[in-house]
């Protein structure tokens, strides 16, 4: 488990290699855990996105849609999110 701690660090972790797509969680209140698996495309600048808790996969998201859609980059700036 490794914590993320900017929006760079994420890019690099979640670089596709052959398409496959990482895991991580957001932390929430120490015991729970919402899973996410994050994919991202360094040639298009954008993100793809499933969250497990509930199925929503979003793809093609920029950075100003993750954060206007998701939790993650606000995990990120609150020190809630890691990288399984």
Do not use: C
Request: aromatic share 10%; charged share 30%; proline share 1%.
């Amino acid at each position: 488990m490794k914590k993320i701690t900017s929006v760079d660090e994420l890019k690099e972790a979640a670089t596709a290699k052959n398409g496959e797509m990482k895991a991580f969680f957001v932390a929430l209140e120490s015991i729970l855990r919402s899973s996410k698996e994050i994919r991202y495309h360094p040639q298009t600048k954008t993100f793809d996105v499933l969250s497990l808790v509930d199925g929503v996969f979003f793809e093609g998201l920029t950075e100003d849609e993750l954060k206007r859609k998701t939790n993650i980059l606000w995990a990120i700036e609150n020190g809630n999110f890691y990288e399984e």
